[in-house]
Nanobody
């Protein structure tokens, strides 16, 4: 079992920045993929950024968000710059282990005001 703990959400004005962090608690597991998803009010959950051996970004965040990962510490970060009100959502950390089992964090709220 892998527990994911997120931190770093909050309220920020449009144009501002936030950094989200996620730690996978069980170092006994080999984490294949780590990334971030989000669910905005009234919308389905969508991929924001994810890393395996490659890095993927949603088109809506390219050039503004940067994902980084520390494999030794099983952590993943999401640096979010030039935030827009449309980025308002609950952000979820996601991890997939070497057995292709997926895990989700509890979510952290990001609110971007006008």
């Amino acid at each position: 079992q892998v527990n994911l703990v997120e931190s770093g959400g909050g309220l920020v004005q449009a144009g501002g920045s936030l950094t989200l962090s996620c730690v996978a608690s069980n170092n006994a597991f080999v984490i294949n993929e780590m990334g971030w998803y989000r669910r905005a009010p009234g919308k389905q959950r969508e991929m924001v950024a994810t890393m395996t051996s490659r890095t993927y970004y949603a088109d809506s965040v390219k050039g503004r968000f940067t994902i980084s990962r520390d494999n030794a510490k099983n952590t993943v970060h999401l640096q979010m710059n030039s935030l827009k009100p449309d980025d308002t959502a609950v952000y979820y950390c996601y991890a997939e282990d070497s057995e292709l089992v997926g895990y989700w964090g509890q979510g952290t709220q990001v609110t971007v005001s006008e």
